[in-house]
């Protein structure tokens, strides 16, 4: 499926798709992101004096505080009521986000650069990534679950990891 875009001539092939709570679904590709109302695409634009960490789009997330999460070839961001807030220390690929019972956004990375761990935390002041000095096996990951429990599965390569929330 291909999204054309009028008066651009543009056709972009969706990696990753999510809905807001607002009711927007947003489309993230290889070159930028893209916002559907319900009639037309319109490709989204940053204001002015902001831009994404990276215009390839690798995972979204429409969080239940009705922000929306971006994770990009070369980090994160966060758009809530007209303000686009970059995480891109550590820097990677955001490969998944997800948002735990708790409310708390995860994300997994791939193509790490950094000894900071493949499975981060947003926290108030940025992200806190965990490791295999943190019992985490996988090197990268690129994929997260929640199960009842509370507990995050993370996937990287041929590992697949249980990580304890609450420890």
Not at 21 to 50: C, H, N
Not at 65 to 77: F, K
Not at 84 to 90: R, V
Request: with cysteine; glycine share 12%; proline share 5%.
């Amino acid at each position: 499926h291909r999204l054309a875009h009028r008066g651009r001539g543009l056709c972009r092939a969706p990696n990753v798709i999510a809905q807001t709570t607002d009711g927007y679904l947003w489309i993230g590709t290889q070159s930028g992101l893209t916002r559907f109302d319900g009639v037309r695409f319109v490709a989204w634009k940053p204001p002015e004096g902001q831009e994404l960490p990276s215009a390839r789009i690798n995972s979204l997330l429409g969080a239940r505080d009705g922000s929306l999460w971006i994770g990009t070839a070369t980090g994160l961001a966060r758009w809530r009521d007209g303000r686009l807030t970059n995480y891109t220390n550590p820097a990677g690929s955001i490969m998944a986000i997800l948002e735990d019972h708790a409310g708390t956004i995860w994300i997994a990375r791939a193509n790490i650069s950094d000894a900071q761990g493949p499975l981060c935390r947003v926290t108030d002041t940025g992200l806190r990534c965990y490791a295999r000095r943190d019992g985490l096996a996988a090197p990268y990951a690129v994929a997260l679950a929640n199960d009842r429990l509370g507990n995050l599965w993370v996937a990287g390569g041929p590992i697949v990891s249980r990580w304890q929330t609450g420890s």
